[in-house]
């Protein structure tokens, strides 16, 4: 199997999408923000920075937003819909993230969904941290792609 972000001669190079079909697509990737189950109460209402799930949904979609400019290689695309969807979680205890993208267009938008679960679980780690420096992100990863030429995937 040869890899698409690479030339014949080993060399990086963006990939050629100028003849692919504009095509309907859409990603769905998720993770988790594994915490103490005291460090899970403040997020869903007690902690001094503010609504942490609500400014987490807001970091992924900026993220996902931002894909082309923080992952070499990628290509801006316009993305049509972002959803980030962020659950609260007792049995983990943590918080589970889930990111929906999708964009009509020649390349995929399974990055734009990692990078937006990415970026939502940061932004909880981040606003958590005074209370909880242990915390992991954990299980990222692409759920589901449909369109273009691979076709679908499920995990």
Do not use: N, W
Not at 2 to 28: C, I, N, W, Y
């Amino acid at each position: 199997m040869s890899l698409t972000h690479f030339d014949a001669a080993g060399q990086a190079h963006m990939v050629d999408v100028s003849d692919k079909p504009d095509t309907a697509r859409e990603a769905v990737a998720e993770g988790c923000v594994i915490m103490a189950p005291a460090t899970l109460a403040l997020a869903q209402g007690g902690a001094a920075k503010g609504d942490v799930m609500g400014v987490a949904r807001l970091a992924g979609i900026m993220g996902a937003k931002r894909t082309a400019d923080l992952i070499p290689l990628c290509h801006p695309l316009p993305i049509a819909k972002v959803s980030v969807d962020l659950v609260a979680d007792p049995a983990l205890p943590g918080i589970r993230v889930t990111a929906t993208v999708r964009t009509t267009g020649k390349t995929g938008v399974e990055m734009e969904a990692l990078t937006a679960v990415s970026t939502a679980c940061l932004t909880v780690y981040d606003m958590l941290k005074a209370a909880q420096k242990d915390m992991r992100i954990e299980g990222i990863r692409l759920l589901s792609k449909t369109g273009g030429k691979s076709g679908e995937f499920r995990a």
